[in-house]
């Protein structure tokens, strides 16, 4: 079946730009999650969903990030006024359980440039 | 921080099991033993956890010492394809954490 889906695969926005990433994780999954991925490093957790509710955002860098899944379902992850260290790969993946009590499926993530 | 040591790189003739070890010296009674991996370009791939016994499954074992302050993931007939960064994550399975805490892994590579 399909996997997690993420929009666009490569998005380059120049400074001070407002940037929408999507995500579709696989269907009736219950937990949804953000990392970012900085070039060489591991991903850095950034927030987790159960469902609609956003149960952890610790990660999130900054008020200039945001994240909703508003349906339990689709999820977007906000940044605005970006800034040249937002530059990284954004992940997202999906579990079928709360928490970690399942594997969690990631998708390929979205490439973002800030010129 | 992640709580967990790997070696930064590691290489495996093709065919032959590869050993990837990880040391977790502070895991508490809780926490799981969790392998992810991640190939190049793509986002990272479960494998396997534990707790305390060994695992298995289709693509890897999964080795726990005793003591649990360690671990190895073996993958016994290593192909190319194999080719990624390796991580090993404690981590508790459930409860208020809901997070993974990568490192930087280890690098496997996979030569011909």
């Known amino acids: 079946g399909a996997g997690v889906s993420q929009s666009p695969r490569y998005k380059v926005a120049k400074r001070g730009q407002d940037v929408a990433l999507r995500c579709d994780p696989i269907?009736?999954?219950?937990?949804l999650f953000w990392y970012q991925q900085a070039l060489g490093q591991g991903p850095e957790f950034l927030t987790y969903?159960?469902?609609?509710?956003?149960?952890?955002k610790s990660g999130l860098p900054s008020d200039r990030f945001f994240a909703e899944r508003p349906e339990g379902s689709v999820s977007t992850l906000k940044i605005q006024r970006t800034q040249q260290e937002d530059s990284a790969v954004y992940l997202c993946?999906?579990?079928?359980?709360?928490?970690?009590?399942?594997?969690?499926?990631f998708g390929n993530g979205t490439r973002l440039t800030v010129t | 921080d992640a709580k967990t040591t790997q070696p930064p790189s590691m290489d495996c003739a093709e065919g032959r099991a590869a050993n990837l070890p990880c040391n977790h010296s502070?895991?508490?009674?809780?926490?799981?033993v969790y392998w992810y991996r991640q190939i190049h370009s793509q986002g990272p791939q479960y494998i396997i956890h534990?707790?305390?016994n060994n695992e298995t499954n289709e693509m890897a074992s999964l080795i726990i010492t005793e003591d649990r302050k360690s671990s190895t993931l073996i993958l016994p007939h290593a192909t190319l394809r194999d080719t990624a960064v390796y991580y090993c994550?404690?981590?508790?399975?459930?409860?208020?954490?809901?997070?993974?805490?990568f490192g930087t892994g280890t690098l496997l590579a996979v030569q011909p």
């Open positions: 993946a999906s579990s079928l359980a709360p928490g970690l009590t399942s594997p969690l499926h």
């Open positions: 269907s009736g999954h219950v937990s």
């Open positions: 969903f159960q469902n609609e509710a956003q149960l952890d």
């Open positions: 502070t895991i508490s009674g809780n926490e799981y």
């Open positions: 534990g707790l305390k």
């Open positions: 994550i404690v981590s508790i399975y459930g409860g208020a954490t809901n997070k993974l805490i």
